[in-house]
């Protein structure tokens, strides 16, 4: 059973569409987390969310904006999709030993 | 945004033969964290260091933490294919930041 699970895996869209990224997870934890990783592998926080509030957004554009609906759940929409939104998104959690728990990530092309 | 530098960016290895990727910080950290990503797949959190000087192994992993706490090292002996990935150091300042990862090829 996995404890952090992304749909869908794949996303192609064509640019200025809206779309969601769903996640959930099923340890119970407080605390959840959206990571972007662009072409050359480098892995950024976008957002931390703790018990259904927003506790960090680091500079992602506003068309970005994390939703949870409840404990379990961080889904990621965007808004009016461009070009440089194509990237991995993963959506984490903390995990055992100090470290964080990843989704399996879902691969957003833009086109 | 702030970036943690590891060296090297990428790495090929005749099968069998050992590998070393660092991660250096400019400030002293609390700890230090290692994950490895399989191409195609998700960062895998591998073990987290402490103490100063600390040295963990894992099989064929040997993780160190720097005496001065400001760098850390994995070394792979005898890599096999299994080892290929790219390998991510990840520390704690004001935020979580992962390094920019040393992508490491094993060739057969």
């Known amino acids: 059973d996995t404890a952090v699970s992304q749909t869908p895996k794949y996303l192609v869209t064509q640019m200025g569409n809206d779309k969601s990224i769903k996640c959930e997870q099923n340890l119970g934890h407080d605390t959840m987390y959206w990571y972007k990783q662009d072409s050359k592998k480098f892995l950024k926080i976008m957002f931390s969310y703790n018990n259904k509030e927003l506790i960090i957004n680091e500079t992602v554009p506003n068309r970005f904006s994390p939703k949870s609906p409840d404990k379990a759940h961080l889904n990621l929409h965007i808004n009016s999709l461009e070009l440089g939104d194509s990237a991995v998104y993963f959506c984490?959690?903390?995990?055992?030993?100090?470290?964080?728990?990843f989704g399996s990530g879902t691969r957003l092309t833009v086109v | 945004g702030q970036q943690v530098m590891q060296i090297p960016q990428y790495q090929h290895v005749q099968e069998g033969e050992d590998f070393t990727t660092y991660c250096n910080s400019s400030?002293?950290?609390?700890?230090i964290q290692w994950y490895k990503q399989r191409p195609g797949g998700h960062p895998v959190f591998l073990i987290q260091?402490?103490?100063?000087?600390e040295v963990k192994k894992q099989k064929r992993l040997t993780f160190q933490f720097g005496e001065a706490k400001k760098n850390s090292s994995l070394h792979i002996t005898a890599t096999q294919t299994t080892d290929v990935g790219t390998y991510f150091c990840a520390l704690t300042t004001y935020k979580y930041i992962f390094g920019t990862g040393t992508r490491l090829k094993v060739l057969a």
């Open positions: 984490a959690i903390p995990g055992p030993g100090g470290g964080y728990t």
């Open positions: 400030t002293t950290l609390s700890n």
């Open positions: 260091l402490v103490k100063s000087g």
